[in-house]
């Protein structure tokens, strides 16, 4: 039985919600170039759009890691919780969004918060990332007063597709790099890097449903239920690992 507890208002979802299907695939040892030459031959068309770009997060949880155990344990509602930006990770970042992904069995959706430029140094820290609270909106803010704090850095490059009919959106992953926040300022100062794995992620709203299918078919890789945030875990917080390979849930 899944325990109940209490929620910061930033997971409640709002009326403007709009929930959509993500099917992950975990592709291993391939390279990019043979992922992207699957997809760009599937019947529905998909073409390239947006030039690749570097995605970049700073994910959070509780000191006790309640989103990652719910995740792993297949909680039917679960949540996560990052800052993203694009371009460089190190540095100073002009334009970032606070992400609360909230998911209800296969559904999910998503609240974002401006939360404008900072500094990311390579020293971060769950200390440093306290100073950079107050300028936060109040509602984006308020998983801090439950406790949550930096525990992950991740960041890949990224492309994106759109079919022909434009209902179905395809992004790839690949070139992931895991960094573990720690209190103190050493813990990020050397990556763990993933250069066996490339997650593609296929995206449609709940209507194209019914025609899913005919797309996951023409698509001969591995379904998948894989986080980035659980694998970059268990990859950097040795106390959590367990085998990484197709597990993960959000």
Known sequence: MEKTKAIPSIFAPTAESVYRYEKK?????????????????HPFLFRSIFHPRQVNNIYFDTPQFEDFHDNVD????????????????????????????IKSGDLGTKRNFSFGGFHMAKDFSVEKWTALLAGMP??????????????????????????????????????LKYYKVGLSSTSMLVPLVDRRKIIVELKYDQEHCDSAQEIT??????LSKNSKY????????????????LGDTF
């Open 25 to 41: 695939f975990v592709v291993m040892d391939q390279l990019y170039s043979e992922v992207e030459w699957v997809i760009k031959k």
């Open 74 to 101: 297949g909680n039917s509602r679960r949540r996560k919780l990052r800052l993203r930006w694009y371009g460089d990770l190190f540095g100073d970042v002009k334009k970032s969004v606070m992400e609360a992904k």
């Open 138 to 175: 109040s509602e984006a803010s308020s998983p801090f007063s439950y406790g949550y704090r930096p525990t992950l850095v991740n960041s890949y490059l990224r492309k994106y597709y759109l079919s022909a009919d434009k209902r179905f959106r395809i992004t790839v992953d690949w070139g």
């Open 217 to 222: 078919k023409h698509l001969p890789f591995r």
């Open 230 to 245: 659980v694998s970059g875990v268990r990859k950097t917080f040795y106390h959590l690992a367990e085998n990484d390979d």
